[in-house]
């Protein structure tokens, strides 16, 4: 009996541990905004990879956000890689085509066991769709190990239901 009673708890913590990382993913602080408005894209770093500390984070900037501008970080080096948008966006009277594709944080140190923050300014543009989630896929590096915050689930599903989800923000209408 005791037997099958320690098979059924061995089975249950292996349940619960491969459901964890979804429960400690980097996650944005802000859960939602209006289409057409600049925001303030706070995402949050809640530990390290397998007990070692963050040494780098990466940010796809999803298409329809423009206006990308990181917040410095002490201790941090910034770069940014830019491209060209999928299209035209319309931006303080006039067009933009090109700008800031991905972010990436690096140089710093967080310390396993804790949680911190990295900040981009960034507009939302009236070619995103209101009441739906727009994602912002995150690679996170450290001393051991790779944590690629990178699935977007189907719009509807619950984003919490695949293993590595990516942080995301329900868009809202203009307001």
């Known amino acids: 009996m005791r037997l099958v009673c ?10 619960a541990l491969s459901a964890m990382p979804a429960a400690a993913h980097v ?6 905004a209006a289409v057409g408005s600049r925001i303030k894209a706070v995402f949050i770093v809640p530990h390290g990879c397998s007990n070692t ?8 900037i999803p298409q329809g956000v423009i206006a990308v501008e990181p917040e410095p970080k002490e201790g941090w080096t910034i770069a940014t890689t ?8 319309d931006y303080q009277g006039g067009k933009v085509s090109e700008g800031v594709q ?13 949680r911190d923050t990295f900040a981009v300014d960034l507009v939302l543009t009236d070619a995103l769709k209101p009441n739906t989630t727009l994602y912002f896929p995150v690679v996170q590096e450290c001393e051991q190990g790779v944590s690629r915050w990178i699935e977007i689930p189907p719009e509807g599903s619950d984003p919490h239901a695949t293993k590595w ?3 995301g923000i329900r868009l809202l209408p203009k307001s």
């Open 27 to 32: 996650l944005l602080e802000n859960k939602e």
């Open 82 to 89: 830019k491209g060209k948008y999928a299209a035209d966006y």
């Open 165 to 167: 989800p990516a942080p």
């Open 102 to 114: 991905e972010v990436d944080w690096k140089g710093g140190r967080v310390p396993a066991k804790t």
């Open 53 to 60: 500390d963050t040494l780098k984070l990466r940010v796809k």
């Open 6 to 15: 320690y098979g059924f708890t061995a089975a249950v913590i292996s349940m």
